[in-house]
């Protein structure tokens, strides 16, 4: 592959640097530092000798091993997490199923088992065993069980009991509480929603006046806020346009200045996406920034199919994988943030289900592949409105629906028996 | 996600040693006891963590943090909201602060002992200093000021945040619910002021800006006008610079009549191109602004439509090159609805 056939060959002419004006901030001496580092990066990268194919390779046996030892211990230092168990169970079983790493039936029902304990009598899952129910881990929990998909797995999920747990961190206006006495903010609201459209336990009554209650978090650049009146930011943006696609309620979204602030967030230089205006990228942000650009497109294919383009999304496709694979793979396995930084569950998670979404392009009739690299480094298709495969998000689809909705609380109106996905 | 759960880099705080004065006769700087030798919770069993025979993600727990756990999990099993009962909570927090069940059983026990808060609202003080990225401590803060009915020292408290990081979102988010719920405005748009004249990039101040005048005056005519003014005044001094152009779009939509007029906006722009500024932000702006004029005046359609057709091409190829396929998009989009 010739140089210039890369992104990243900019690095060469330098053109596509920040240029501070003159004018140097905070903001401004971090950016540099950061261009610094992934331009050293980069560069490298390009000046290996000319033999090489200069393919940037996806180590994915590295990173699968990486997850597995994490799958079963993790040192003392994660105590930080130990309220976000199924958490790390969700973005490593996640990440592996990206990478196609099967799981053993063992490996499989031992997690399950697990989750079985984090699963409350009232409902939901908690950050460990006999911790509160919390959307958060319910949210993890329910998806991997789902990426599991065997029946074991699916039955695991108390339904009834679930449903009853969301009437319960709702509040009156349609938001959710993190947990009972917890915050409120646009996670909450996207963990409910997601969980409850997989598992198909969704009732209008559940989520009356969630979707202007979303709406309220669109702020003046076009993304969300994690709550009324903050800065958008590219973790509750996903939240938030999610959710309103999940409840059908997308046509209320602002999408043309959603679009404009989305495309915004990838960097020139580094061609992986920022969370905020004006903020560092970060690898995570391929999925949080880069799972927005799918959903997107199937809501504009509704008003503006003519203008679609039927091969990319709306960023650059090439630039996101390059950085992740240039920059964002520790040589000991798992991905990173941004160079300099350690590897984590969380961030291999995101980084390889942005990877993938900057893979694929799939609509409703054309599936066009965009590979940056080596053949080998294709990963799976991830379902972008519940980040699990979307084999797995149809299956899952599959047999909830075919399920009975639970009956819902007495004075709240029943819905459609069936879900979809 | 920042995100959903972000992981934090902190690292977890030993257990603090100058909490349990009197409990068990130790003082600063002696060994830590553990809750099982200690004499006083001798009547206690502990309960150890149910992982369950199969356990997955098994973090390699200290004996002390066992012991903590398995005393804390005793205690909420019996439901025991005492005095030693808080104390517990308070070492299980130092080991782990983003334990939202420990901060949550820790607010019952307050309740029941109707607890000193004004020494709750220190250790959340230092909590939040020692963790200023975590969920549970910004919450933890809001609910103890709630229940105090006492605003005055939160904004206080954020500030000293921000002389760390300046865009740390709980932060923001808790001073908006302070200025929100205590009615603190005045001062607000200097303090924002004063951030912007530090870092003109700062984006969270620049949204602040815009929540503290939607919640006060809200964008009247006057404001627009005052607000487009300072804003050009921070482009003149930064061109390239996202932030303020994404701010004067929020503060231009509350406009009825054509946005170019506003403050002379389109002259302003002009000019700033004729002066040879290309920067994406700025062209991306003359685009909405000719998009606006082609919604308005149809018989301009045709001379406009040319001029933003090649504006789209210099952003796809030159300007913006990374945001090729959103302008080859907007191009498409504007020629369909803008075409003869």
């Given at each position: 592959?010739?140089d210039?056939?890369?992104?990243?060959?900019?690095?060469?002419s330098?053109e596509?640097?920040?240029?501070?004006?003159g004018v140097?901030?905070?903001?401004s001496?971090?950016?540099?530092?950061v261009?610094?580092?992934?331009g050293?990066?980069?560069?490298c990268?390009?000046?290996i000798?000319e033999?090489?194919s200069?393919?940037?390779?996806?180590?994915?046996?590295?990173?699968i091993?990486y997850?597995?030892?994490g799958?079963?211990?993790?040192p003392e230092?994660f105590?930080?997490?130990d309220?976000s168990?199924?958490?790390l169970?969700?973005?490593?079983?996640?990440?592996l199923?990206?990478?196609?790493?099967?799981?053993t039936e063992?490996?499989?029902s031992?997690?399950v088992?697990?989750?079985?304990?984090?699963q409350?009598?009232?409902?939901?899952f908690?950050?460990g065993?006999g911790?509160?129910?919390?959307?958060?881990?319910?949210?993890?929990?329910?998806?991997?069980?789902?990426i599991i998909g065997?029946k074991?797995?699916y039955?695991?999920?108390?339904?009834e009991?679930l449903q009853?747990?969301?009437?319960?961190?709702?509040?009156?206006e349609?938001?959710?509480?993190?947990h009972?006495?917890g915050?409120?903010?646009?996670?909450?609201?996207?963990c409910a929603?997601?969980?409850?459209?997989?598992?198909?336990?969704?009732?209008?009554?559940?989520?009356?006046?969630?979707?202007h209650?979303?709406?309220?978090?669109?702020?003046?650049e076009?993304?969300f806020?994690?709550?009324?009146g903050?800065?958008?930011?590219?973790g509750?943006t996903?939240?938030g346009?999610?959710?309103?696609?999940?409840?059908?309620a997308h046509?209320?979204c602002?999408?043309?200045?959603?679009?404009?602030?989305?495309?915004?967030?990838q960097?020139?230089f580094?061609?992986g996406?920022q969370g905020?205006t004006?903020k560092?990228?970060?690898?995570c942000y391929?999925?949080w920034?880069?799972?927005?650009f799918?959903?997107?497109?199937t809501?504009?294919?509704?008003?503006?199919?003519?203008?679609?383009?039927?091969e990319?999304?709306?960023?650059n496709?090439?630039?996101l994988?390059?950085y992740?694979?240039?920059?964002c793979?520790?040589?000991?396995?798992?991905?990173?943030?941004?160079?300099?930084?350690?590897?984590d569950f969380y961030?291999t998670?995101?980084?390889?289900?942005?990877?993938?979404?900057?893979?694929?392009?799939?609509t409703?009739a054309i599936?066009k592949?965009?590979i940056?690299?080596?053949?080998?480094?294709?990963?799976?298709p991830?379902?972008a409105?519940?980040n699990v495969?979307?084999?797995a998000?149809?299956m899952?689809?599959?047999?909830f629906?075919?399920l009975?909705v639970p009956p819902?609380r007495?004075?709240?109106?029943?819905?459609?028996?069936k879900g979809?996905? | 996600?920042?995100?959903t759960?972000?992981?934090?880099?902190?690292?977890?705080?030993?257990?603090?040693e100058?909490?349990?004065?009197?409990?068990d006769g130790s003082?600063d700087?002696?060994?830590?006891?553990?809750?099982?030798d200690?004499?006083?919770?001798?009547d206690?069993?502990p309960?150890?963590?149910d992982?369950?025979?199969?356990?997955?993600?098994?973090?390699?727990?200290?004996?002390g943090?066992?012991?903590?756990?398995?005393?804390?999990?005793?205690v909420v099993k019996?439901g025991e909201l005492s005095?030693?009962?808080?104390?517990?909570?308070?070492?299980?927090?130092n080991?782990n602060?983003a334990?939202?069940t420990?901060?949550?059983?820790r607010?019952?026990?307050?309740?029941?002992?109707?607890?000193?808060?004004?020494q709750?609202?220190?250790?959340?003080?230092?909590?939040?200093?020692?963790n200023?990225?975590?969920?549970?401590v910004?919450?933890?803060?809001?609910?103890i000021v709630?229940?105090?009915?006492d605003g005055?020292?939160?904004?206080?408290?954020?500030?000293?945040i921000?002389?760390?990081d300046a865009?740390?979102?709980?932060?923001?988010?808790?001073r908006q619910?302070?200025?929100?719920?205590?009615?603190?405005?005045e001062?607000?748009l200097?303090?924002?002021?004063?951030?912007l004249e530090?870092?003109?990039?700062?984006?969270?101040a620049?949204n602040?800006?815009?929540?503290?005048?939607?919640?006060?005056?809200g964008?009247?005519?006057?404001?627009?006008q005052?607000?487009?003014?300072y804003?050009?005044a921070?482009?003149?001094k930064v061109?390239?610079?996202?932030s303020p152009?994404?701010y004067l779009?929020?503060v231009?939509?509350?406009?009825?009549?054509?946005?170019?007029?506003?403050?002379e906006?389109?002259?302003w722009?002009q000019?700033?191109?004729d002066d040879?500024q290309?920067?994406?932000?700025?062209?991306?702006?003359m685009?909405?602004?000719?998009?606006d004029?082609?919604?308005?005046q149809p018989d301009?359609r045709?001379s406009?439509l040319?001029?933003?057709i090649?504006?789209?091409?210099?952003?796809?190829?030159?300007?913006d090159?990374?945001r090729?396929e959103?302008?080859?998009?907007?191009?498409?989009n504007?020629?369909?609805?803008?075409?003869?």
């Amino acid at each position: 592959m010739a140089d210039d056939a890369l992104w990243c060959s900019h690095v060469h002419s330098g053109e596509e640097r920040v240029n501070d004006g003159g004018v140097a901030t905070v903001s401004s001496a971090e950016q540099a530092k950061v261009e610094k580092n992934v331009g050293a990066m980069l560069s490298c990268f390009l000046n290996i000798g000319e033999h090489d194919s200069k393919e940037p390779l996806l180590e994915r046996e590295r990173h699968i091993a990486y997850l597995r030892r994490g799958l079963k211990h993790l040192p003392e230092g994660f105590v930080s997490l130990d309220a976000s168990r199924p958490w790390l169970v969700y973005w490593a079983v996640h990440a592996l199923e990206v990478l196609e790493a099967r799981l053993t039936e063992a490996e499989a029902s031992a997690i399950v088992d697990f989750l079985k304990h984090c699963q409350n009598p009232k409902g939901g899952f908690g950050g460990g065993p006999g911790q509160y129910s919390h959307l958060a881990p319910t949210y993890a929990a329910v998806n991997a069980l789902v990426i599991i998909g065997t029946k074991e797995a699916y039955d695991a999920i108390n339904r009834e009991t679930l449903q009853d747990y969301l009437w319960t961190v709702r509040t009156e206006e349609g938001s959710f509480v993190m947990h009972e006495g917890g915050e409120v903010d646009i996670r909450g609201v996207y963990c409910a929603v997601s969980v409850a459209r997989l598992t198909n336990i969704s009732t209008q009554g559940l989520f009356a006046g969630t979707p202007h209650w979303i709406m309220r978090c669109q702020s003046y650049e076009g993304g969300f806020s994690g709550a009324p009146g903050m800065e958008a930011h590219g973790g509750y943006t996903f939240c938030g346009l999610a959710a309103l696609t999940l409840l059908h309620a997308h046509h209320l979204c602002d999408t043309p200045a959603l679009l404009r602030w989305a495309v915004n967030r990838q960097m020139r230089f580094e061609g992986g996406f920022q969370g905020r205006t004006n903020k560092l990228v970060d690898g995570c942000y391929s999925f949080w920034q880069g799972g927005l650009f799918p959903i997107m497109h199937t809501l504009l294919a509704q008003e503006d199919a003519q203008n679609l383009s039927g091969e990319h999304w709306m960023f650059n496709q090439e630039a996101l994988q390059e950085y992740l694979l240039v920059c964002c793979q520790h040589s000991r396995g798992g991905l990173i943030d941004k160079p300099g930084k350690g590897p984590d569950f969380y961030h291999t998670c995101y980084t390889l289900s942005g990877m993938s979404v900057a893979q694929h392009f799939i609509t409703t009739a054309i599936h066009k592949k965009c590979i940056v690299g080596h053949a080998s480094n294709e990963l799976i298709p991830v379902h972008a409105l519940y980040n699990v495969g979307v084999e797995a998000a149809v299956m899952a689809s599959q047999y909830f629906n075919n399920l009975p909705v639970p009956p819902s609380r007495p004075g709240s109106c029943e819905e459609e028996g069936k879900g979809q996905s | 996600m920042g995100s959903t759960a972000k992981t934090e880099d902190t690292p977890r705080q030993a257990p603090a040693e100058d909490q349990d004065d009197g409990q068990d006769g130790s003082s600063d700087g002696e060994a830590w006891v553990l809750y099982r030798d200690r004499k006083e919770w001798a009547d206690v069993t502990p309960v150890p963590q149910d992982d369950g025979p199969n356990a997955v993600v098994k973090i390699a727990y200290t004996d002390g943090y066992s012991d903590v756990y398995d005393y804390l999990r005793a205690v909420v099993k019996k439901g025991e909201l005492s005095e030693r009962a808080l104390y517990l909570t308070e070492d299980a927090i130092n080991m782990n602060a983003a334990n939202y069940t420990v901060w949550q059983y820790r607010r019952k026990i307050l309740k029941n002992l109707a607890s000193n808060l004004e020494q709750e609202l220190n250790f959340c003080r230092e909590m939040i200093e020692m963790n200023p990225k975590n969920y549970q401590v910004w919450h933890h803060r809001r609910v103890i000021v709630e229940w105090l009915g006492d605003g005055t020292k939160e904004l206080r408290l954020t500030e000293i945040i921000f002389s760390q990081d300046a865009k740390n979102y709980h932060a923001w988010e808790h001073r908006q619910w302070a200025l929100r719920t205590f009615k603190l405005f005045e001062g607000e748009l200097d303090y924002v002021d004063r951030l912007l004249e530090e870092d003109v990039r700062n984006n969270s101040a620049w949204n602040q800006r815009h929540f503290a005048i939607t919640q006060t005056t809200g964008f009247t005519a006057e404001v627009i006008q005052r607000e487009v003014g300072y804003t050009k005044a921070a482009i003149a001094k930064v061109a390239d610079n996202e932030s303020p152009w994404s701010y004067l779009r929020g503060v231009v939509q509350h406009c009825e009549g054509p946005l170019g007029g506003v403050g002379e906006l389109g002259a302003w722009c002009q000019t700033l191109h004729d002066d040879g500024q290309r920067s994406s932000h700025l062209l991306t702006f003359m685009l909405d602004l000719m998009e606006d004029q082609m919604e308005r005046q149809p018989d301009e359609r045709p001379s406009l439509l040319k001029r933003c057709i090649e504006m789209c091409e210099s952003l796809a190829t030159e300007h913006d090159k990374i945001r090729r396929e959103y302008w080859r998009y907007i191009e498409r989009n504007l020629s369909h609805r803008f075409g003869a």
